[in-house]
C-alpha cells in the first residue's frame, strides 16, 4: 500500500484574525503549515506529500519544493483545490487528505486512519460527541440533540486514491469534507479514533491552544558556543561572513572567523554532535585559509537532516576594536542567509572586557554563541 498525502492550505481564514491567513501565521517557534507539513514528513508509511496553495500564495512554493514536496495552485472553493491535489498525486494508491489547520495532528490519529485503509475504501477520525446539543434561533434555546449517534469530524480523511477521484469527479454542489463526497458516491467510511487535541484552528484564541499541545510534544534543544582568535597580521578581520577593516588580522587554520565558528559549536552542541574540530579537523590541508561560512551551512544543513528547526541564535563578540555596531546589519543578514532563517531571527551584538583581560589588551576577539533547535 503506497499512500500519498494531500495537505489543502488553499484558504484565507480570515476568522482567525491576524495580518495573514491562519496557515501561514507563527506558531510555537514555526509556521502553522510547518507543524502540520512535519507530522506526515515524520511518517515512513507516507511517501508522496503534496500541498495546495492559493494562487497568491505560490511564491511561498519553492521552499517545500526543495524539500521534495509537490505544489499545486487550489482553486475557488476547496473541492476544486482538493480535486487539483488529487491529480497532482504521482505515485499512490491511498491518499490522506488533510486541513493545513490542523497542525497538532499526532502520529496516532494519522495511523489509525492508515491501518483502516487496508480493509476499506475510506476511514477518517471522529470524535463521539458527548456534549448535550440544543437547536437555537436568536440566541434562544428552542430544543434539544440527541447525540447518540454523532461525532465530530477530523482530518486527515482517508480514501483509495481512485475511488476519490472518481467520486469527486461525480459530485456537484459544496461539501462539507471529503467524507460527504464519498458518501455521496456510495463509499463505505470507518471511523477510526480522533483526538481532542487535533483542533483545527478557526478564532484566535485557537493559536494559544495549539501552542500549548505542541510545546508538550517539543525536542527543543539550546546549544553553547565559546571561541577565541589572537590577532596577527593583516588589514581587517571577518566576522560573520563580513569583512572589516582593520590594523591587525585574526590568526586561524581557516578565515579565523570567530562569530561563525562560535554559532557553528553552538549549532553542533544543540545537536551533540561534537564540535567543530570533530567536522572540519585544523590538521587537514583543505581547510587551510577555508572561509568560515563552510562550517556554519553544513552545522545548519546537519540540523535540518536531524529534523530540527534552527528558531533563533546569539552572537556575542567580545573586544576593545573594531567597533562592531556600525557592521551589526550585514553580519546579520550574512548569516540568516547561511542559516536559512529569518533576520529576525539572528541577533549579533558586541562588548568589552573593560580592558580587562587579553581581549581588554587588544590582544584578540572572543566570542559567545547560544542557538535554539526545536524538533516536533
Not at 561572513?241 to 581557516?254: F, K, R
Not at 576593545?320 to 540568516?336: L, T
Request: aromatic share 4%.
Amino acid at each position: 500500500m503506497s499512500i500519498a498525502a494531500l495537505i489543502v492550505a488553499a484558504g484565507r481564514g480570515r476568522r482567525a484574525g491576524g495580518p495573514q491567513p491562519k496557515q501561514w501565521q507563527p506558531l510555537a517557534g514555526a509556521r502553522v503549515i510547518d507543524h502540520t507539513l512535519a507530522a506526515f514528513e515524520a511518517m515512513p508509511q507516507i511517501t508522496e506529500i503534496v500541498l495546495v496553495l492559493h494562487e497568491d500564495d505560490m511564491a511561498q512554493a519553492p521552499g517545500f519544493t526543495a524539500k521534495g514536496i509537490t505544489v499545486t495552485p487550489g482553486g475557488a472553493e476547496r473541492s476544486a483545490s482538493v480535486q487539483r491535489g488529487l491529480a497532482a498525486i504521482r505515485q499512490a494508491d491511498k491518499v490522506l487528505i488533510h486541513d493545513a489547520a490542523r497542525p497538532c495532528v499526532s502520529a496516532a490519529v494519522i495511523h489509525g486512519v492508515i491501518d483502516a485503509l487496508a480493509s476499506h475504501p475510506a476511514a477518517a477520525p471522529g470524535l463521539p460527541v458527548t456534549d448535550a446539543l440544543w437547536r437555537g434561533r436568536e440566541e434562544r434555546v428552542i430544543g434539544s440533540q440527541d447525540r447518540s449517534q454523532l461525532f465530530a469530524a477530523q482530518t486527515p480523511q482517508g480514501f483509495d486514491l481512485a475511488a476519490i477521484r472518481a467520486a469527486h469527479a461525480a459530485y456537484d454542489g459544496s461539501a462539507a469534507d471529503d467524507v460527504e463526497v464519498a458518501r455521496a458516491a456510495g463509499l463505505q467510511v470507518a471511523i477510526t479514533q480522533g483526538s481532542a487535541d487535533n483542533l483545527k484552528i478557526t478564532r484566535p484564541e485557537d493559536f494559544a491552544r495549539a501552542a500549548r499541545l505542541l510545546e508538550t510534544r517539543m525536542d527543543i534543544r539550546t546549544g553553547n558556543g565559546f571561541d577565541v582568535h589572537a590577532f596577527g597580521p593583516g588589514d581587517h578581520v571577518t566576522l560573520c561572513g563580513v569583512d572589516i577593516a582593520h590594523s591587525h588580522g585574526l590568526v586561524g587554520h581557516s578565515d579565523a572567523d570567530v562569530a561563525l565558528h562560535t554559532v557553528t559549536d553552538a549549532i553542533y552542541g544543540a545537536l551533540a554532535r561534537g564540535d567543530i574540530g570533530q567536522h572540519f579537523p585544523p590538521s587537514d590541508p583543505q581547510w587551510k585559509g577555508a572561509r568560515s561560512d563552510i562550517f556554519l551551512r553544513h552545522a545548519a544543513e546537519l540540523a535540518r537532516e536531524m529534523g530540527f528547526t534552527l528558531t533563533h541564535v546569539d552572537c556575542t563578540l567580545i573586544c576593545e576594536q573594531p567597533k562592531i555596531g556600525p557592521h551589526v546589519a550585514p553580519m546579520r543578514a550574512a548569516m540568516a542567509e547561511m542559516l536559512g532563517i529569518e533576520i529576525d531571527r539572528v541577533s549579533v551584538k558586541a562588548t568589552t572586557s573593560e580592558g580587562l583581560g587579553f581581549t581588554g589588551r587588544g590582544e584578540g576577539i572572543a566570542c559567545m554563541a547560544t542557538a535554539t533547535l526545536v524538533k516536533t
